[in-house]
């Protein structure tokens, strides 16, 4: 996993990931929080699960949710986040490199598909895919794209070989559910 991070990293270029120490913050019920340019983007965890920062950093990530009772490294399912600044390049520039990123990291027979309908808290469509390869197991299962204008957050669902994967799917899709960009100043209350 660590190697396709890099291989991202590079082809986002002149992207800029955004650590878990920059100006994202989080709270004790695991909801991570990052001002951005234009807006503020708030991730909930899914379900009860738990946020890992620090090995998810380690690997890569801003930051990850996995179940509670799981440790970072043998977990069945990790939904990963990462927060790029993508100033100077359009969201497509950045969305195509990285779904070329993934098919070079994988080879031709990976299948990446697009799923419909796939909203965010704050109602927005988030382009999600699906990535598989019938020949090969692949643990990056899906990944979706929001668009922030000046930031990119990539969500990415990666299970084991043990994990049932229509679960961890709602898992993944509950997260992106959840989720919020709102303007800078807009608490989102109701």
């Known amino acids: 996993m ?9 082809c986002l ?4 990931a955004v650590s878990s120490e920059d100006t994202t913050s989080f709270t004790s019920d695991n909801t991570a929080f990052y001002e951005g340019e234009k807006l503020t983007y708030v991730v909930y965890p899914p379900g009860d699960f738990k946020m890992v920062i620090d090995e998810a950093s380690d690997e890569g990530y801003s930051f990850a949710f996995i ?7 043998s977990a069945e399912v990790l939904v990963g986040v990462n927060i790029y600044k993508i100033r100077g390049m359009s969201f497509d520039d950045a ?7 993934l098919r070079e990291h994988y080879g031709e027979d990976v299948l990446i598909l697009p799923v419909d309908s796939v909203f965010s808290g704050s109602g927005e469509v ?16 899906m990944i979706s794209y929001y668009d922030g204008v000046s930031e990119m957050l990539i969500f990415e669902l990666v299970i084991s070989p043990t994990a049932l994967r229509f679960k961890a799917e709602e898992v993944f899709v509950d997260c992106l559910e959840r989720f ?9 209350y109701e």
């Open 2 to 10: 660590r190697y396709f991070w890099i291989l991202l990293a590079i």
């Open 67 to 73: 179940p509670p009772e799981a440790e970072y490294g």
């Open 126 to 141: 988030i382009p999600t895919f699906y990535i598989d390869d019938k020949k090969a197991f692949i643990p990056n299962v």
């Open 95 to 101: 969305l195509t490199r990285d779904t070329a990123g």
């Open 180 to 188: 919020k960009a709102l303007p800078i100043g807009d608490l989102g």
């Open 13 to 16: 270029a002149p992207g800029q």
